[in-house]
């Protein structure tokens, strides 16, 4: 009996197979591209050896009467099952490949594969173990119905799952809003649910199912821009064609809105009270939005209060007065209100130092301040909105927009360098003037004034001064700088350097 189980052509061949598989183990661990060869090989050599004992392996295996050489028989048909299925498998991931949706190709070949997988299965059963298939396929239609109806929530995500991921919704690293409630960041899709991170740096993990079912809103989606509309009410007896044109100053002064698409004022409503105003504007991403309306709103607020417009007050009395609060406020005289580094000045100081200042007025496009002028006065914008170019041999790159409320000239008052960049005007512009005279007075006086100023030099030097070697440290240079000019501030003015 062992004398003929040994020279059975298929036991020979099993041998074959278990040393190959442990060859390819060893030779092949780091060349899966040869290891597919031998497997692909041995299949073919696997089916030529069954063909010629004739045991086709679609159909049921006959008893030899040796226990042993059934045993065989039977491992060398689930090997040919089992490689065959790996065969088509790996035919199926070379042939189904979805250009640049390698996630739902990915999907694909893996429930293609489990199908294949399991028709092996199925295919064992029947033709190696002889077991009627009928019953195994009844049973198992009862216990998928059970195991559907336990686990219904947690099939339900899988699909949406999977019809997510071949409708694409959207992807990873796209900013989404699920039916109005969670907004945030794609960071990860599952079979089971989508991962987001919010604005608050929360990490939501939703559902698929209940994802597909509600509002999907992709911001990302056909390109990042992300809009958005503020409101603004202002005090009722201004002209509404005023109140626009100083609004859209505003916009153009905030360099984080968009120029296209464009941005829209409308007028929504005018009564006796207040007349509204929606802003509707457009930033690059949503995660944009809020520093944009932020610095939006402050733009705003400076432009309307130099451009004699109130807001609106809840205070019914003083909306039906019709009566602006800055009506008898001289022009001069708000800007110094409203500028940070004078608001140590009492009332008093601030009337005398504003009849002290010039009005110069340029229409738009013209150039303010060219490149190397040294200027000798601290210049306030008061209206308008002033464009800060550099130019270099290869582009000219716009470094900031200066607007009310604003100031320029510390390079040549402080530093005493010439200016980097040219200012011209976007729009009609009005620049007040102040004296070195008048300004060393008022900094004797508010040595306050002169450290403001001291920090304004050091930033505005970081923001407009041209890119620095990689070796040299642009915060190093800028505290230099600095410490320079407060040295100079403190012999000059009797004042503490800052720390």
């Given amino acids: 009996m062992a004398g003929t189980l040994v020279s059975d052509p298929l036991v020979i061949v099993l ?49 030899t009467g040796s226990p042993l050489l059934d045993l065989v028989h039977a491992i060398l048909k689930i090997a040919w099952w089992l490689w065959a299925a790996w065969f088509l498998v790996g035919l199926s991931r070379a042939a189904l490949i979805i250009e640049d949706r390698p996630r739902e190709g990915r999907l694909l070949q893996d429930l293609i594969s489990g199908l294949l997988y399991l028709a092996a299965a199925f295919a064992i059963i029947t033709y190696v173990f002889n077991l009627p298939i009928q019953g195994l396929l009844a049973t198992s239609g009862v216990i998928a119905i059970i195991l559907g109806l336990a686990l219904q929530s947690t099939f339900g995500d899988v699909f949406s799952g999977i019809v997510l991921n071949f409708s694409r919704p959207y992807r990873p690293g796209d900013w989404v809003n699920i039916a109005g409630e969670t907004s945030g960041r794609v960071i990860e899709m599952t079979w089971r649910a989508t991962h987001i991170l919010t604005a608050q740096r929360d990490l939501a993990i939703i559902p698929n199912s209940t994802i597909a079912k509600s509002k999907i809103v992709n911001v990302s989606s056909p390109s990042g821009i992300h809009g958005a509309a503020i409101a603004v009410q202002a005090a009722a007896g201004t002209r509404p064609a005023t109140v626009e044109d100083l609004l859209r100053r505003a ?14 004022v409308t007028v929504k409503t005018m009564n006796a009270a207040f007349v509204e105003f929606e802003i509707n504007f457009f930033v690059k991403d949503l995660a944009s939005t809020s520093h944009a309306q932020n610095e939006l709103l402050d733009l705003i607020y400076r432009h309307l209060t130099l451009g004699g417009v109130d807001l609106a007050s809840p205070d019914s009395e003083l909306r039906s007065s019709g009566g602006s609060k800055m009506s008898g406020e001289p022009p001069t005289e708000r800007l110094l209100k409203i500028i940070p580094m004078f608001a140590t000045l009492t009332a008093g100081e601030r009337h005398d130092l504003a009849g002290k200042l010039k009005p110069n007025r340029y229409g738009e496009g013209e150039t303010i301040v060219a490149p190397g002028a040294l200027l000798k006065c601290l210049y306030l914008v008061a209206s308008g909105v002033l464009s800060c170019v550099r130019y270099d041999e290869e582009t000219d790159e716009e470094l900031l927009r200066l607007g009310p409320a604003e100031h320029f000239g510390e390079f040549g008052l402080l530093a005493k360098t010439v ?36 920090r304004d030099l050091a930033q505005r030097q970081a923001t407009i001064s041209p890119p620095a070697p990689i070796e040299t440290d642009n915060s190093t240079a800028a505290h230099g700088l600095r410490s320079r000019v407060s040295g100079w501030l403190h012999r000059r003015y009797d004042i503490a350097s800052s720390r």
């Fill in 15 to 63: 041998g074959l197979f278990v040393a190959g598989l442990i060859a390819s183990r060893f030779f092949f661990r780091k060349h899966p591209g040869g290891r597919a060869i031998v497997r692909v090989v041995f299949l073919i050599l696997l089916t030529i050896a069954l063909l010629d004992a004739e045991i086709v392996p679609y159909q049921p295996l006959q008893s």
């Fill in 419 to 454: 200016s980097p960049v040219r200012i011209s005007a976007l729009t009609p512009t009005v620049v007040y003037e102040l004296g070195t005279d008048d300004l060393d007075q008022v900094l004797k006086d508010h040595p306050e004034i002169a450290e403001v100023l001291n």
């Fill in 251 to 264: 916009i153009l002064n905030c360099r984080q809105v968009l120029k296209t698409p464009a941005s829209t």
